[in-house]
């Protein structure tokens, strides 16, 4: 995989797909560190003298303009990152994104807008969205991936237009790749994996793929419960996903086969409504009370996860252990990520939800080996599947 070392950038317009799909209130960044993330490469292509022209999505417009997902505070926010104006431009590969692109000089940089409000961004017609990326490709003379978040999609921006230009990776996804050979191919044991978030069907892929290569493997969350039930267990009105169970005991079977330690919430804090001041009680992860829904791991649990993560080499952890936006169900969570601050293992925080928990409860991100700008893309790596992003990258 070419990186920026390979590319003479000096004086050239180079397109750069970053990830700056950041959440939004109205106009107000909540949460900036896909933007930080961004801006190492960003730089390096400045300092280098290139003009660079940066392109990016956010949320799901689904091929429309519409306001609510305009990239403009992103821009503002990058410029003050970068220490130097960002010009935006209202379009994508129109009149503006031309004229403002045309009017860069080196040193400098450009936003252009959604991607996403373009219909061959996202289009499964080959041939529309080819015929966006040659649009897209055509305002610049290189290309650099960089937005990780997004190398698991076939989309115009990431897989098509660097089939058009001289290209090369990025900073951020030379790092994101780099960790990720380090958990599927170079792997320090014991090898601990942690699983969380609300459903099953997310992750049957990567558990799959992982009852082969991890020592043990921590279920937390709302998918513990489906784990929970497969097991004969009462679990309430907590989250379940019936149509999994048979799924699920299959990979119970397969984790006694193989040996490994598959651990499952011991307690919970089992709630009589979903809310953040809803009535709760701490019961056992056996016997949860038919009127009430767990919304956390208890405190016996995160002891045992936290004994579970001590003698760890590597770990991986994907999914909060409970609904971390509410405080009172946020400790499973909190107790997850401080176990591996204290560790001394390599440790990946597995993007998503993950990383929005470290930075909603004032964890330093300096704590953890390494915290992935893209959940989704690391899912999928772990899965064994070819993401479509980077292998454009390595053509």
């Known amino acids: 995989m070419r990186t920026l070392d390979d590319l003479d950038v000096k004086g050239r317009r180079v397109l750069v797909r970053t990830d700056l799909n950041v959440p939004l209130d109205g106009e107000t960044i909540t949460d900036d560190g896909r933007i930080r993330a961004s801006v190492p490469t960003i730089r390096t292509l400045l300092e280098r003298g290139a003009k660079v022209v940066v392109c990016a999505h956010l949320g ?3 091929g429309q303009v519409n306001p609510e997902y305009s990239l403009r505070p992103v821009a503002t926010r990058l410029g003050e990152l970068l220490g130097q104006d960002v010009a935006f431009a209202t379009d994508v590969v129109g009149d503006n994104a031309r004229s403002t692109v045309e009017s860069l000089q080196d040193g400098q940089v450009a936003l252009l807008e959604n991607l996403r409000y373009e219909p061959g961004e996202e289009s499964k017609d080959d041939a529309r969205r080819e015929e966006f990326a040659r649009e897209l490709a055509g305002l610049a003379e290189l290309y650099v991936g960089d ?33 990720l050979r380090k958990l599927t191919e170079d ?37 513990a419960y489906t784990f929970l039930k497969a097991q004969g267990h009462e679990v309430g009105r907590s989250l379940l996903q019936e149509d999994q169970l048979d799924q699920v005991r299959g990979f119970l079977d397969q984790a006694a086969e193989r040996g490994v330690e598959l651990v499952l919430p011991v307690d919970v804090l089992a709630a009589v409504t979903f809310g953040a001041d809803a009535e709760h009680d701490v019961v056992e992860a056996t016997a949860i009370p038919a009127d009430r829904e767990g919304l956390d791991i208890g405190p016996k649990t995160r002891d045992l996860f936290a004994s579970k993560l001590a003698d760890a080499r590597t770990v991986f952890w994907n999914g909060p252990m409970g609904v971390f936006e509410f405080d009172a169900f946020s400790g499973g969570t909190r107790a997850v990520a401080e176990a591996l601050i204290a560790s001394e293992a390599f440790t990946v925080v597995g993007g998503g939800d993950s990383a929005a928990a470290v930075r909603k409860l004032g964890l330093p991100e300096d704590g953890f080996s390494h915290i992935s700008t893209g959940g989704g893309a690391s899912l999928e790596y772990l899965e064994g599947k070819t993401l479509p992003g980077l292998a454009a990258l390595e053509d």
């Open 147 to 179: 937005g990780f978040g997004a190398v698991h999609r076939k989309h115009a921006s990431v897989y098509d237009v660097p089939k058009l230009l001289p290209h090369a990776a990025g900073g951020l996804i030379v790092a994101e790749v780099e960790v």
């Open 187 to 223: 792997t320090e044991r014991p090898y601990v994996v942690v699983l969380g978030g609300a459903k099953v069907s997310d992750k049957l892929g990567v558990i799959a793929n992982l009852l082969a290569k991890v020592d043990r493997l921590l279920i937390g969350g709302g998918m």
């Open 60 to 62: 799901r417009p689904k």
